[in-house]
């Protein structure tokens, strides 16, 4: 039972333009949000965070939204760049200072083309 | 880095014998992790650590066993493995508060 879903495996866009990475979630006791970006045969890295409480949060190029009524959130990335290309995971936890458990969507890979 | 390293990188083993995969930290970080990558489904966390000897199951823990005998070290073993844990295995780390978990490179196993 995937509570933490990513239903577009990939996502290719032109370097400059605005990449849209989306997120879905099931579980409404979810209340904070976070995004890792991960490239080859790395681990994955802490990108941006949102909690319940606001509806978006913006670190330079990088902003999420989250729409709670909807269940959903997403990641937009202004101007993409070749660098960006990497496959994106979604996760969510209850609790903002909860530690016991988060779950991750099954990613999307993204393409920034020169 | 953040001073979170797994080993081995690769490693091959034969269904039924049982392996050992180390992640190592030198953050002091409570909080340690271990996930499995496997395509379609994402990170599933296995089995998780909030202290020396203290761990818990996560959402895929059958066929999996941890210890955590010291603040820095998080051994995930497979007891026999199995064709089905052929993954990427990530440890984590975390400190208990705001945001979000420092991931090592991983571990490919490749069950045969």
């Known amino acids: 039972d995937q509570q933490v879903k990513q239903n577009s495996p990939s996502l290719s866009v032109q370097e400059g333009r605005i990449s849209i990475l989306n997120c879905d979630y099931t579980?409404?006791?979810?209340?904070?949000f976070l995004w890792y970006k991960k490239y080859p045969a790395e681990g994955p890295t802490f990108l941006i965070s949102i909690s319940s409480i606001k509806d978006k949060n913006e670190d330079g190029r990088f902003t999420v939204f989250l729409n709670k009524s909807a269940k959903h959130l997403s990641l937009h990335i202004v101007p993409s760049q070749p660098g960006d290309s990497a496959v994106y995971f979604c996760a969510a936890r209850e609790g903002i200072y909860n530690n016991n458990d988060m779950r991750f969507g099954a990613g999307t890979r993204l393409t920034v083309k020169p | 880095d953040a001073g979170i390293t797994q080993s081995p990188r690769h490693k091959v083993t034969e269904t039924g014998t049982p392996v050992t995969l180390r992640c190592h930290q030198t953050?002091?970080?409570?909080?340690m992790y271990w996930y499995r990558q496997d395509p379609g489904h994402g990170l599933r966390l296995i089995h998780y650590s909030y202290g020396v000897k203290d761990t818990d199951k996560g959402e895929v823990s059958d066929g999996y066993s941890v210890s955590r005998s010291k603040t820095e070290d998080f051994l995930l073993t497979l007891e026999s493995a199995t064709s089905s844990q052929t993954s990427v295995y990530f440890c984590?780390?975390?400190?208990?508060?705001?945001?979000?978990?420092?991931f090592g490179s991983g571990t490919r196993l490749t069950v045969v």
């Open positions: 953050e002091n970080h409570r909080y």
């Open positions: 984590a780390i975390s400190q208990g508060v705001l945001g979000g978990y420092t």
């Open positions: 579980n409404s006791m979810f209340d904070y």
